[in-house]
């Protein structure tokens, strides 16, 4: 079981930035490395479906970017600490949503965007963007 812990939520102004971080562990394997597996962040607002916000692949050459976060969020990752990034730059209202950290267990070297795609999840946490 890979736990993923998220933290860096918050309530920002409209035009704002916070940085989320996602710290993942498996308490049963030590050491454990995330660097063989791709990542994500993904987002859900009331009343709407999980979407993806960002991935980046195993050793961060590849990622992908939800189209109403381009240019204005960077997704990034440190395999020898086992986190994961995501600088959220020129925020919006329409940003305001619970954020989760995702994991893929799958060998694959790509990048996927897909919320199947993605084993494990972190409990979320709480952006609120204030017009």
């Known amino acids: 079981q890979v736990l993923l812990v998220e933290s860096g939520g918050g309530l920002v102004q409209a035009g704002g930035s916070l940085r989320l971080s996602c710290a993942a562990s498996r308490p049963a394997v030590s050491p454990y490395t995330i660097s063989n597996n791709a990542m994500g962040w993904f987002r859900q607002a009331p009343g709407k479906e999980r979407e993806l916000v960002a991935a980046i692949n195993w050793n961060g050459a590849r990622s992908l970017y939800g189209d109403s976060v381009k240019g204005r969020f960077t997704i990034s990752r440190d395999n020898a600490k086992n986190t994961m990034d995501l600088q959220m730059d020129s925020l919006k209202p329409e940003d305001t949503a619970v954020y989760y950290c995702?994991?893929?267990?799958?060998?694959?070297?790509?990048?996927?965007?897909?919320?199947?795609?993605?084993?494990?999840w972190g409990q979320g946490t709480q952006v609120t963007v204030s017009s």
């Open positions: 995702a994991l893929d267990s799958s060998p694959s070297p790509f990048v996927r965007a897909g919320v199947p795609e993605y084993d494990y």
